[in-house]
């Protein structure tokens, strides 16, 4: 490993280290990301920085991390994608590690709500967004260049699946609210494309759920059926008709939250 991977500098105080597990629900791969000054344009080697989601448990990706002195490792929610290397880069670093679930956490306690951490010359408020897992948290780096992290809450392209029972649409669009409330600012997703904005992405996202309703309505009205009375798999071809093979399973969990949604708001 003589030759690690750099991280991205996307700004001052943020850096960007994509993990090689591309795949059709990774996107390109997972995006770890490194906080630090943001009074320093870029990390160096040895640098103090906050880890966010270190990702699958990729030696060459864990050494890159691993390569700055990392004060705090951080996740967004529990998918092994992003925190299966976890407990392997708490062990090479010794930094603690905080997640909202206890088993990501190593030497910290559970991240609440609205709480202000300081770490690495920097400083991050956790805002809890349930809905693609109950889990589910975003991350905004405070200070002058303000950073929106959303983990699989929102992604740089496409949209997130909610996982449920776990993950439920009314959580879901309560957390798009609550992100759309926060003051536009750059938004640096777990996976996907960076973005300038937060407001405009967010917005789409809201619009694309409230659309998929309206599909969803129009397809049990087709079936005769009320939205406790179906199941995924009926309504498939008619809210995603050219739907990848390889994402049945996760467009029907999107359905059943759709469909628990409209059995519970009528």
């Known amino acids: 490993m003589d030759h690690l991977p750099s991280p991205t500098v996307l700004a001052s105080g943020i850096s960007v280290l994509r993990a090689e597990n591309p795949s059709e629900m990774t996107l390109d791969g997972t995006n770890s990301y490194l906080l630090f000054d943001q009074g320093l344009d870029a990390p160096s080697a040895g640098s103090a920085v906050i880890v966010v989601d270190p990702g699958p448990q990729l030696e060459e990706h ?3 991390l691993a390569a700055f002195d990392v004060r705090l490792i951080l996740s967004t929610h529990r998918h092994p994608d992003h925190t299966a290397a ?13 997640a909202r679930l206890e088993q990501f956490c190593h030497g910290a306690p559970v991240l609440e ?3 202000v951490i300081v770490a ?5 408020q956790v805002v809890l967004t349930p809905g693609h897992t109950s889990d589910s948290l975003c991350l905004v780096q405070l200070g002058a260049h303000p950073q929106l992290l959303t ?8 949209t997130t699946i909610l996982e449920h029972p776990d993950g439920t649409l009314a959580d879901y669009l309560d957390s798009l609210a609550k992100l759309a409330a926060l003051p536009d600012m750059p938004l640096r997703p777990g996976h996907g494309e960076q973005h300038a904005g937060s407001h405009r992405l967010l917005a789409a996202y809201i619009k694309h759920r409230e659309e998929r309703l309206e599909q969803v309505r129009a397809a049990l009205a087709k079936l005769g059926k009320a939205g406790a009375d179906a199941q995924p798999a009926e309504l498939l071809e008619f ?6 093979p390889r994402l049945v399973g996760a467009a029907s969990h999107s359905i059943q939250a759709q469909l ?4 519970t708001k009528s």
């Open 62 to 64: 864990m050494a890159a």
């Open 86 to 98: 976890v407990a392997r880069l708490h062990e090479l670093t010794g930094a603690p590690a905080r």
């Open 113 to 115: 709500d609205g709480e």
């Open 120 to 124: 690495a010359g920097t400083s991050v």
């Open 151 to 158: 983990g699989d809450t929102v992604l740089g392209r496409g």
């Open 239 to 244: 809210v995603y008709p050219d739907l990848d």
């Open 260 to 263: 628990h949604y409209l059995a």
